[in-house]
């Protein structure tokens, strides 16, 4: 077999099979729908057909125009937009098998994709779909992927990494076959049986992963730990102007007494938008205060950063010595100096802290924001700042008990599901761009002193679809004026970004059109109104953060989502969104149709995500995995054992003595 250096180099793989493990993103049903009578909008149809008056329209983007013959004489007006390569297959009268979408707006099907009649997806009646890098076409590394399993020589120099035990015990398919199953299925049992292998393997690897991190976790001890003073704790929460839920003194309660263990603590904070978790960290910050230690307070931005930094001295009014460090600040030197020697109490940083020269006199506790976006490797880097420093991880993609079990084994768990305001009147809508709610509701918000977030997916414009930060800007300037707009995105300078976030935040503002800069942690309790160009491109977690930016007060707010397009699965999950304000619901959502996402927390880190498994899918697989890791890790010395951990690189991390 021939290699072709240029996919080896664009996929940023080495050996044969390294490349095999790029699988499909997904798999494309070619099973022949039919179509209805009364086609449905965005719904999608498999057909055979042949193509009559095909019109080639001369635009700025391609678009052919032609006629389809469908089995029983029907005949429906088709329109190929972008895929002028289709030509030639459109021109020739032989019968072919078209994925079409029909649009209601244009009353006419929109063709997705077309295959010839004897293509080995259409016998099988499955197409595997690659996420692919440019300058690899879809079409030529399946060709190449197809030679490559047709070679029987390679049979012998891929050898399955699973315990012989273990696939004897689950009957899995030898790994050469395993690719061809998914790469090139004949069947969905045949599909099934391949994904299997693969699923169980990154499955397996996961939970000897996570049970190492858990027993890390259990060894580190304090050579001191000092009782807290539980009465002055008890005293700051009395003293704050506004009432803690029940889940908030829960989790403050929690988290004290594993502060005050000997064993380190590992733990994470987990609950829905608005739900206070950073009074929480504040008051533990606090708490670790009363034991005489540093404490370490770091968010994923800048924006966020700040933010708490603001909040905190608020708080502690001038109690604590309270310092704020980014990659902008000015007074860095002094601030290292004073955590060097003890002077600063708690210092709030964004990724800065991972920084050589920033050292502590004595780190008690980490706690880190939006862990998710934080890999693994960074964790330890933080509590290495320290001597078996406490860790307190928070996010606010909060995940069902049964997953969290799977996905957080290395953590003990604190959930907060009350919010401070009681509840939260947040409705979302789904619209189209040139709907008249968009403008009224600017219009009503303004009316009522309210303030509103605009977010467009891209700072500049790459595409006719999808609308930039900018040109929305633009148009919103047009309509309401610079007095009361502002622009906001991450290639604007941290110290301009910071102004123009506390214009909005003071009231100066009202209008702030952005990127997702404020996804996460911002606080501005007259937000009423959020607006979502291009909603298609986020993931459902991600929506709900950023409509986790309004509604904060307690009183009425508006999301509005704009998606133009016809996509059945993309209109359904935007649906559902409308449907439903609980996070729980929103992640396991999420989830299953994602994969894991940044979830797993290793994305960061350097270590590849899960490709084939989902932890809501493929719960009991993760479950049954655990055992087998388990039982792994109890018995290293056995030699398949040591020869599975070995091809991991995990032997020299274990030492069960």
Do not use: W
């Not at 996919?7 to 494309?28: A, G, I, K, N």
């Not at 072919?96 to 006419?108: A, G, M, P």
């Not at 941290?494 to 935040?505: H, L, P, V």
């Amino acid at each position: 077999m021939i290699r072709n250096n240029q996919f080896f180099s664009l996929l940023h793989v080495d050996t044969v099979q390294e490349l095999l493990r790029v699988f499909p993103t997904r798999y494309e049903s070619l099973k022949v729908t039919g179509i209805d009578e009364t086609p449905l909008k965005g719904k999608r149809y498999v057909t055979y057909g042949i193509c009559e008056n095909v019109y080639n329209l001369k635009s700025r983007i391609p678009i052919i125009r032609f006629v389809l013959k469908i089995n029983d004489n029907r005949k429906i007006n088709c329109l190929l937009l972008n895929q002028s390569f289709y030509l030639n297959k459109l021109l020739n009268k032989d019968r072919k098998l078209f994925v079409l979408y029909y649009s209601e707006d244009r009353k006419v099907f929109i063709v997705h994709s077309i295959y010839d009649e004897d293509s080995y997806y259409v016998t099988s009646t499955i197409k595997p779909c690659y996420s692919l890098p440019k300058g690899i076409s879809s079409s030529s590394f399946s060709n190449y992927i197809k030679r490559l399993l047709s070679d029987y020589t390679l049979k012998d120099q891929i050898n399955s990494v699973i315990p012989l035990s273990l696939r004897n015990k689950y009957k899995l398919l030898d790994e050469f076959e395993a690719y061809k199953c998914v790469h090139l299925p004949k069947d969905e049992k045949d599909l099934l049986e391949g994904l299997r292998v693969f699923k169980y393997e990154e499955a397996l690897s996961y939970s000897i992963r996570s049970l190492l991190l858990k027993k890390k976790a259990e060894e580190r001890k304090k050579k001191e730990y000092l009782p807290i003073n539980h009465k002055k704790i008890n005293n700051f929460v009395k003293g704050l102007s506004f009432k803690l839920t029940k889940d908030q003194l829960v989790a403050i309660h929690d988290i004290v007494l594993d502060m005050e263990k000997e064993k380190v603590m590992y733990r994470l904070l987990q609950g829905d938008v608005s739900t206070g978790k950073t009074i929480v960290a504040l008051t533990v910050l606090y708490a670790n205060y009363l034991r005489e230690k540093q404490g370490a307070f770091i968010a994923p931005t800048y924006e966020l950063a700040r933010q708490h930094y603001n909040n905190a001295k608020k708080i502690f009014k001038n109690e604590l010595n309270i310092a704020f460090l980014s990659g902008s600040s000015k007074d860095k030197d002094k601030i290292l100096a004073d955590l060097k020697d003890g002077t600063i109490d708690i210092l709030i940083s964004t990724h800065a802290v991972m920084s050589n020269n920033v050292k502590f006199k004595d780190l008690g506790l980490v706690i880190i924001d939006e862990q998710q976006l934080f890999g693994v490797k960074q964790r330890e880097e933080l509590l290495e700042k320290g001597k078996n420093t406490d860790l307190l991880m928070m996010s606010a993609t909060p995940i069902p008990r049964t997953l969290s079990m799977i996905i957080n084994a290395d953590l003990d768990i604190s959930t907060l599901s009350e919010f401070p305001t009681g509840t939260r009147d947040v409705s979302t809508k789904l619209i189209r761009s040139n709907d008249p709610l968009l403008y009224k509701a600017i219009d009503k918000a303004l009316e009522a002193e309210r303030q509103i977030f605009i977010v467009a997916p891209k700072i500049e414009s790459t595409s006719s679809k999808c609308l930039s930060a900018k040109e929305v800007y633009d148009e919103i300037v047009k309509r309401y004026g610079e007095n009361n707009c502002q622009l906001l995105h991450g290639r604007i300078k941290k110290e301009e970004q910071n102004e123009i976030f506390e214009r909005f935040a003071s009231g100066e503002k009202k209008i702030l059109v952005s990127t997702t800069v404020i996804e996460v942690g911002i606080d501005v309790s007259r937000a009423a109104l959020l607006i979502v160009y291009n909603a298609n491109y986020f993931g459902l977690s991600s929506l709900h953060q950023l409509r986790g930016r309004i509604g904060r007060s307690g009183e009425y707010s508006l999301a509005l989502l704009i998606y133009d397009g016809e996509d059945k699965d993309t209109l359904d999950k935007l649906t559902f969104l409308c449907q439903t304000n609980d996070g729980l619901k929103i992640s396991e959502f999420d989830l299953k149709q994602r994969g894991t996402g940044s979830y797993s927390g290793t994305e960061q880190s350097g270590d590849s995500e899960l490709k084939v498994c989902n932890f809501v899918n493929d719960l009991t697989m993760f479950q049954i995995a655990k055992k087998d890791a388990l039982s792994i890790l109890q018995n290293p010395e056995l030699e398949e054992n040591k020869l599975y951990l070995s091809s991991l690189n995990y032997n020299d991390k274990i030492n069960l003595s």
